[in-house]
């Protein structure tokens, strides 16, 4: 299998794959290939790939129109008794930071794209060249190029939900940007007059982002709230210790917002468990920083049976996001 991953953090995501049983036998800047197939058929829910290609076929070529017809008579050998009825994924991808690989990749796509509408107009017009949104296992043409002269064609792909967001200027951060993939990565979003706590919130990227769907946030944080959460009707500010905040008596939130600058296993032990184990909250999103600690082995708490993650909640998933840096973000939904 092929799996994508932000460029800098390529070993962890060697590491995680090695942890679950696949041997990385290549990798580059935000690939790794590995050998062999999962040991159920399904994959893990894993937290460093953005993309899984499935029994990937390698493919090369000198010029871009030996690449481009390698790659339709692999698509058309492989969907000459397939149906499509709907849109499908039309995915060219590429390594990063190999200076021009991204044009030629260009090329081979558009070439592809051309001899399929010769071959297969219907088929053609029903490509879709975007990620799908959420987490999902899809048939399509995924290619991904490793240099100028070698890509793996795939007809299936695993999603882990992580993609680029649209920047809003009122956003005070760029945090902004996590949460609402965030969303994205579980299937949910806040809805009008929901209520959400937001801890350590400032300076209010994520405490905007929920107010522009017109839910009801209290944002605790010492720090100043700015841009779009500064002044905002449906954001109230409580300058306390996010540790020590606790919902009024009988009140459950419907969201639990937790990205603090602080030293993960603290934020887990000390803020987390009490609100997960006191249901608390019904739904959460939780960016643990790995800056100091060693990400595998945290993650590996994380995901461990007795955590309080596995222990108190539903529908958990670790991901790198896109927008994450030294850090990984935990969505999931509190067991009623
Ligand atoms: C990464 S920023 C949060 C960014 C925010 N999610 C946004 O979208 O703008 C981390 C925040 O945690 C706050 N913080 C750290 N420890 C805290 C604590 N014990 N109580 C409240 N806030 C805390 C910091 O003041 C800082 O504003």
Redesign the pocket.
Known sequence: MIFTCQPGFVDLLAGELTAHGYAPVEQGAGWVRTDGKPAAGELPNLCFPQMALLDPVEITGDSVNALAARITEQFLTTAKTERFEGEWPFLFEEAAELDGLGRRVKGVEKMVQENLKKRMSRVSKLALADKPRGVARLRGLYVFFVDFKRAYVAREAVFGGQRRMADDEQA??R??L??EEAYIVLGREPAFEETVA????????????ASKRGAKIIA????PLKGG?FDNYKIEHRM????AFRPAAGQVFDWM?C????EPHHVVDNLIAPWLEGKWCRRFVV?LKFGRVDPLALLRQVRAPESVFSRCATNVRVRHLYHDREEFTIVGEVRP
Do not use: Q
């Open positions: 005070p951060s945090s902004y996590k949460i937001d801890l350590g919130a400032a300076p209010g990227g994520w405490s905007y982002s605790v944080d010492n720090g959460a306390e210790d996010a540790f917002f990205d603090l600058v602080e960016i």
